[in-house]
């Protein structure tokens, strides 16, 4: 938010209060928060988030907040302390595991948005992707561009499940 350092909770939500006021003001815009990999937040400041959504002018929220998490954040969310918290969240949504045809789909969307117009993955490496990521959308994303990295030092036009084997040894760690 680019705001200064304060020594103390109320000095600090004072200054993020004023700020989103002023956003409104300037902007005649809704603020929104987005907390990325939130279910590494500190339970501390998770526990501090419900008071920046009572922030309200006029009966109309400036603040939104989005917290996007791995599905650990789920479960801490459910945790007694934060039912101030979960208790604001109207909307929740979890992305389930992608099977082998949304697998597919999703490769090759994400291959076409990224200006590709071939066909750049064969079937068997795009099932061995499925299999291998178990379908998590950010393991297929790792996974798949080791693939297209494997590829091009082999001076291959197609992904198949050869590279996809190589891709997969080395992405280990990261498949877990």
């Not at 200064?4 to 000095?11: D, Q, V």
């Not at 009572?54 to 599905?71: A, E, H, T």
Request: with cysteine; glycine share 6%; aromatic share 4%.
């Amino acid at each position: 938010m680019g705001l200064e350092p304060r020594a103390t909770f109320a000095a600090l939500f004072a200054s993020i209060s004023q700020h989103i006021e002023d956003l409104a003001n300037q902007h005649k815009l809704r603020v929104v928060l987005l907390l990325d990999e939130a279910h590494l937040l500190p339970m501390q400041v998770l526990d501090q988030l419900h008071i920046l959504l009572n922030f309200q002018r006029d009966s109309k929220p400036w603040l939104s907040i989005i917290l996007v998490g791995l599905p650990e954040l789920r479960e801490i969310l459910k945790r007694n302390v934060l039912q101030s918290l979960t208790g604001r969240i109207a909307i929740r949504v979890h992305l389930p595991p992608l099977d082998a045809d949304q697998v597919k789909q999703y490769v090759r969307h994400r291959m076409t948005a990224a200006g590709c117009r071939r066909e750049v993955f064969a079937e068997d490496g795009l099932l061995l992707i499925s299999k291998a990521t178990g379908g998590i959308m950010r393991r297929i994303d790792v996974l798949a561009t080791r693939c297209l990295e494997l590829a091009a030092q082999g001076k291959s036009n197609l992904v198949d499940v050869t590279v996809a084997e190589g891709a997969i040894r080395d992405c280990a760690e990261a498949l877990l």
